[in-house]
């Protein structure tokens, strides 16, 4: 192993504040219905998002501070801090089950198999993964809930930021909260977006995780888009708006967070069985994203407790332990020789089997397919990921 000097490895430490909401409100019924997520049943009270009493800041390993140099040699890789923010639907239909009924107990909710299975698979890398999470729509009052506009909001930033130890922060939310209101999705991802943007140099993954097609634009128009209503939008305009297919925007949004913010999105569906005809506007997200499955559907859809633990299993080793920190990055794209334990790994900009850039000026590169499990070490010691870079004169 070739030893480099700590100018090749500068390390820093940031601060990152977790702003924690908490508040308890009272919310009423709203009388539109919806089959993906504007309005569903209501319920009684719930508190705000986060524990009052968790601390507000955590210090994290935010890894190199700037772009990284190209410097030539051989280099070993260094697996990459993550900060993964979970931006999860809180609408209406996160209180049916997994078919798409409703009035059925809390405990087969959506929202609460949701719970369970992040309860499985993130706190065991609490202390590993820097985990956030935005939730979506924003908490309402009884009059706020009556009102389309106001039922679409997701406006306050992000509920939780980034930090080890944020798992059971995570979890709390669905006991103190209820789902109710519209899928203001492209906001959501705008918003987390936004919060991840500030730290670049190090890992950074956003988890979209929703049961329905997005919706509340008021910018469009009720009586020509899809609705995603049981009632028809053009009924009333006003509020039928808001119901309308938000189709192009949310996936512009997140396009933009992947490829100009470096930031990939994994798009999990849960459920949605109940609107079969929006499954294509999940898988074209999950392909904006950069991150979609290799085989059909491009999303990550669930139809069980059982499907939801595996896909978030799949997703949490994927961004932990196969996104790695090359100390030297060259500068022409192609100017490395990747290895996993001495082994060549081509590099795969399909992103389906072999290794690629996330984010090539700050030396961040993932593996992919079978190089992924390769690089995870297949239950045996840590793999050992390592490089020769070239530079140009």
């Avoid at 500068?10 to 908490?22: D, E, G, K, P, S």
């Avoid at 203001?184 to 929703?210: D, H, Q």
């Avoid at 992919?368 to 020769?388: D, I, L």
Wanted: charged residues 20%.
């Amino acid at each position: 192993m070739v030893h480099h000097s700590s100018s090749q490895h500068v390390r820093v430490r940031t601060r990152l504040a977790a702003a924690l909401v908490a508040g308890v409100l009272t919310v009423g019924m709203v009388s539109c219905g919806s089959r993906t997520g504007l309005f569903g049943p209501e319920a009684d009270f719930f508190s705000g998002d986060a524990s009052a009493d968790r601390a507000a800041d955590a210090w994290i390993d935010a890894g190199r501070d700037g772009a990284v140099p190209c410097t030539p040699g051989r280099f070993t890789f260094e697996l990459a801090l993550t900060q993964l923010m979970f931006v999860i639907d809180r609408s209406g239909s996160m209180a049916f089950d997994l078919s798409g009924v409703q009035d059925r107990p809390r405990s087969e909710w959506r929202w609460s198999v949701l719970q369970s299975s992040l309860r499985k698979t993130i706190t065991t890398f609490d202390e590993q993964i820097a985990m956030g999470a935005k939730f979506f729509p924003e908490i309402m009052t009884q009059a706020d809930l009556r009102d389309s506009q106001r039922a679409c909001r997701s406006d306050t930033g992000v509920g939780i930021g980034p930090a080890r130890g944020n798992a059971n922060a995570i979890l709390d939310v669905f006991d103190r909260s209820t789902p109710r209101g519209g899928t203001p999705t492209s906001e959501a991802i705008r918003a987390a977006s936004n919060y991840l943007r500030t730290t670049r140099s190090v890992a950074r993954t956003i988890v979209l995780a929703t049961d329905g097609a997005p919706n509340c634009n008021g910018a469009l128009d009720a009586e020509t888009c899809v609705c995603t209503s049981t009632s028809s939008c053009a009924s009333d305009p006003s509020r039928g708006r808001f119901s309308c297919l938000d189709d192009s925007r949310t996936i512009d949004t997140i396009r933009d967070t992947s490829e100009n913010g470096r930031i990939p999105v994994y798009v999990i569906g849960i459920g949605g069985t109940e609107a079969p005809e929006f499954l294509q506007v999940l898988d074209d997200m999950a392909v904006a994203g950069g991150r979609p499955r290799q085989t059909l559907p491009r999303h990550y859809n669930v139809q069980s407790e059982a499907d939801l633990t595996a896909a978030l299993t799949t997703i949490r080793d994927s961004v932990s332990k196969c996104t790695y920190l090359t100390p030297s990055a060259p500068t022409d794209p192609n100017d490395i020789a990747v290895q996993i334990d001495g082994v060549a790994i081509a590099r795969d900009q399909t992103k389906r089997d072999g290794w690629d850039w996330v984010d090539q000026e700050f030396g961040e590169l993932a593996f992919f397919g079978e190089a992924c499990t390769r690089a995870q070490g297949a239950g045996g010691p840590p793999a050992v990921v390592s490089g020769v870079v070239r530079c140009e004169p």
